[in-house]
């Protein structure tokens, strides 16, 4: 008579699979998130650079570079200034060091969502005793400020109110007054 021995898996065997399954079905899952809230983070991501890289150019340069900032249009755009220069002159866009081209951002171009929003309360950054502006500048050292030439008076941020909306999705930039170091939030 043969005798058939039975063969199956070992209970250390089993273990092992299913712990490499789990292992894999973790990385597998997919980003759960609104993609509302996924491209209004991308687009608040992309303007929170667009201010890094203003303050990035002022420091490496040593000359004034800002944002600009057009609600009504919906942009964002880097640039360069003389400060000595009466009225200040904001029109000398600066050039994207990725792109070659000009430094602007709009929805749909420049990183930002088609269906994104730019947003602020009142005027998106506001300076100590001259109210809300629609730009920062950046010095060499990289401190936010704005200047006017006709006083030479240097007023100093006080404030930034600077969102991304997408339906129901805001993100915020921040620039912190003292340091110039931009944030999201």
């Known amino acids: 008579m043969m005798q058939h021995r039975v063969r199956g898996y070992l209970l250390v065997e089993m273990v092992l699979a299913i712990a490499i399954l789990v292992i894999l079905a973790a990385i597998a899952q997919p980003d759960v998130r609104p993609i509302d809230e996924v491209q209004a983070h991308a687009a608040a991501d992309r303007l929170a650079t667009l201010l890094r890289d203003a303050r990035a150019m002022a420091l490496r340069s040593g000359a004034v570079h800002g944002v600009e900032i057009d609600l009504v249009a919906n942009t ?3 640039f360069s200034t003389d400060i000595t220069a009466s009225p200040l002159d904001l029109s000398a866009t600066a050039i994207d060091p990725v792109t070659k081209a000009d430094y602007i951002v709009r929805p749909g171009r420049g990183g930002l969502a088609a269906r994104a929003d730019l947003v602020a309360t009142g ?3 506001t300076y100590v005793s001259t109210g809300g502006k629609d730009a920062v500048l950046f010095d060499a050292q990289g401190l936010p ?3 006017k030439p006709q006083t030479a008076t240097r007023y100093f941020l006080s ?5 991304v909306v997408i339906g129901a999705s805001r993100f915020t930039v921040a620039v912190d007054a003292l340091t110039g170091r931009v944030t999201l939030q």
Do not use: I, Q, T
């Open 76 to 78: 964002a755009r880097v």
């Open 123 to 125: 005027k998106p950054f």
């Open 145 to 147: 400020f704005w200047y």
């Open 159 to 163: 404030a930034c109110d600077l969102g």
